[in-house]
């Protein structure tokens, strides 16, 4: 345990002295409710001081605290941020669920009939009961705390080159401070949208009942798993994005194909569109776009991520707070004892790159000498069926970036697992080499299973494995990984 009351240093602004002050020292003070903002500001110094306990904030603070540093940790909502309560599990739990439908669906056709009735109450349940504890994170913090870490609820703002204030106190930090914000939902400046009560990830992941009916603004990885996870829930879906296609930052077959297989599922998708006006009235939301009209039940605004570095007052840090993310060097760091680590980054909006860079910040903060950050082969996986898993840079970043581009790509129906797996196998495997160094520098698998297929992708990639070794490379068959030999056998 963590004493904190030997190293605080109080500057009473007025009133009275709490019990926990007048007690013996090595006392750790962890009660919130002791602190009363009107009455006193509380200025403490610790080691580190972790702004923002999203995944890798929590990670970072309670390997800290661990190793035997004063930690406090502060998130204005829930300790372990987007992904637990908001982001990648409840989604996934919804995901599961709906893909458990369209199997149910399949049946027919290989294995005899199924009828297959959609429920959301299992799915509603499971998010409240086993995924966020009804969006309580006392388990999280109490994870955080038996480390030795002290949690405060509140909005923090950097004050100081070391210096953050939270709930009427203000830390500073001895070794360091890290930032881990994170987003929050992008609104954008549609006329009527602000007006309206429209949903968010927040409200999506948090429905009691799959809608009757659902406009998705959005066709990037948020916006098309939960459009067709609330589809196979019997919702009638429209799907409005603004790119050509569906997923815009992937492979542009990666959106065709997932284009087409929403189609196919009654999933009514319009690319290219720019939506003028949004109402509400009635229960119905209208959306106008393109000379038309798309009305539903509900609206899912799902168009991205934001984050607001002058409100976290990194101009405190002498940096400027106009730019939309943080640009740390290779130990997570951007100031002289700051560090940022997470979506405010914008390495890659990814769990597992707040979790990668946090391991390397709680190191260096303690002193190792960690591999430096590298992002060459970051994977990624829009978790719809199919998948759509992605690492490292899509053919028209690698040729934007000068090199001399090889492409290979498979139609995973062909492969022989794909035909062995019938209705849903549709994917490919797209493979992008550097041709002069011989390495891939890029790939894409889509498919039943294109997040798993992935991994060997990504250690192709992350590794720099020459194309030759992965050719001489033996493929289980009939595997989905399979078709990447076959991908390999056409580049060109
Ligand atoms: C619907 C959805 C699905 C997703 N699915 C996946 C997925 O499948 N796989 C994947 O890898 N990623 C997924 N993500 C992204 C993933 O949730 C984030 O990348 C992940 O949460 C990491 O974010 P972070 O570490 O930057 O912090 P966040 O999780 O964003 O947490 C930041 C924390 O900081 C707090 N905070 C912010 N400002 C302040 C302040 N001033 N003072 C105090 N506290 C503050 C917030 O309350 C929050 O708790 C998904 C996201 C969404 C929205």
Redo the contacts with the bound molecule.
């Keep these: 345990m963590v004493g904190y009351t030997e190293e605080a240093q109080l500057g009473w602004r007025a009133g009275r002295v709490p019990a926990w002050v007048a007690m013996a020292a090595g006392r750790t003070f962890r009660n919130a409710a002791l602190i009363n903002e009107e009455e006193f500001l509380m200025v403490e110094t610790v080691d580190v001081v972790v702004?923002?306990?999203?995944?890798?904030?929590e990670a970072a603070a309670g390997d800290l605290a661990e190793a035997g540093l004063s930690v406090v940790g502060?998130?204005?909502?829930?300790v372990g941020?987007?992904?637990p309560y908001?982001?990648?599990i409840p989604?996934?739990m919804m995901i599961r669920a709906g893909n458990s439908l369209a199997e149910g669906r399949r049946i027919r056709g290989l294995a005899g009939v199924a009828v297959v009735r959609p429920d959301w109450a299992p799915v509603a349940e499971r998010i409240r009961s086993e995924a966020t504890d009804n969006w309580d994170d006392t388990v999280a913090v109490e994870r955080f705390t038996s480390k030795g870490g002290r949690f405060v609820r509140?909005?923090?703002?950097i004050t100081g080159p070391l210096t953050v204030s939270?709930a009427g106190q203000e830390f500073t930090a001895r070794r360091a401070i890290i930032i881990?914000?994170?987003?929050e939902p992008a609104i954008p400046p549609i006329p009527g949208l602000a007006d309206v009560p429209y949903w968010t990830?927040r409200e999506a992941?948090a429905a009691v009942e799959a809608p009757e009916s659902l406009i998705v603004v959005g066709g990037g990885a948020?916006g098309a798993?939960?459009a067709q996870a609330f589809a196979r829930f019997g919702s009638k879906v429209s799907v409005l994005e603004a790119a050509p296609g569906l997923l815009p930052p992937e492979e542009p077959d990666a959106g065709k194909l997932l284009g087409d297989v929403f189609a196919e599922e009654g999933i009514d998708v319009h690319v290219g569109v720019r939506i003028e006006r949004v109402h509400h009235s009635a229960g119905t939301f209208k959306v106008d776009v393109g000379g038309s009209t798309v009305t539903a039940g509900k609206l899912l605004v799902a168009t991205g991520r934001t984050t607001n570095l002058d409100?976290?007052g990194v101009a405190a840090l002498g940096l400027d707070p106009a730019p939309r993310f943080l640009d740390p060097d290779a130990q997570m760091r951007i100031a002289d004892g700051v560090y940022a680590?997470?979506?405010?980054t914008g390495k890659g909006?990814?769990?597992?790159?707040?979790m990668y860079q946090a391991a390397i910040a709680a190191a260096h903060i303690l002193g190792q000498d960690p591999d430096p950050a590298e992002y060459h082969a970051v994977p990624r996986?829009t978790?719809t069926d199919p998948e759509i898993g992605s690492v490292g840079m899509t053919e028209a970043q690698a040729r934007a970036g000068g090199l001399n581009v090889r492409v290979g790509s498979t139609d995973l129906t062909t492969s022989a697992r794909g035909w062995i797996h019938k209705s849903g196998n549709q994917g490919f495997i797209k493979l992008v080499e550097d041709a002069d160094c011989g390495v891939l520098v890029g790939a894409t698998s889509a498919g039943p299973a294109g997040g798993e297929v992935l991994s060997a992708l990504t250690l192709a990639v992350h590794a720099r494995i020459p194309v030759s070794t992965l050719r001489r490379m033996i493929y289980a068959y009939p595997t989905f990984h399979r078709a990447i030999e076959d991908a390999l056998d056409g580049l060109e």
């Design positions: 702004l923002g306990m999203g995944p890798g904030g502060i998130d204005a909502r829930l941020g987007e992904c908001y982001g990648c989604s996934k509140g909005r923090g703002t939270a881990n914000t994170g987003t990830n992941v948020i798993e939960l409100a976290l680590i997470g979506d405010i909006a990814f769990t597992h790159v707040s996986v978790f």
